[in-house]
């Protein structure tokens, strides 16, 4: 999660080994909205990466270095917090979660 203004208004990334899909997310006052997808099959049990870019309103996704995902969206157009984020059913590890500015 990221550009996190509180609970209940932030950006999602999501890899779903179950579903075959990456997405991200915007949750808007509780309310969870989609606004990219792609379709990807990784194995389960296994290691995976997962990097985003957001640099103004743009965003890109990767998986495993290969960019999945690129678009625009401005309803949190300023900085904010970040954090790691799973569905209640998932079963995830994280390791090496890092923040860094972008160079201008």
Avoid: C
Wanted: charged share 25%.
């Amino acid at each position: 999660m990221w550009r996190v203004r509180d609970k209940d208004n932030y950006y999602i990334a999501r890899f779903n080994p179950l579903e075959d899909n990456f997405r991200i997310y915007y949750v808007h006052n509780g309310s969870r909205h989609k606004i990219a997808d792609a379709k990807v099959t990784l194995p389960v049990g296994k290691w995976h990466t997962m990097k985003i870019i957001q640099k103004s309103t743009r965003f890109e996704g990767y998986i495993n270095g290969e960019k999945l995902i690129e678009g625009t969206n401005d309803l949190f157009a300023n900085p904010g917090g970040v954090g790691l984020w799973t569905k209640a059913d998932a079963v995830t590890s994280f390791d090496d979660f890092s923040v860094k500015p972008l160079k201008p």
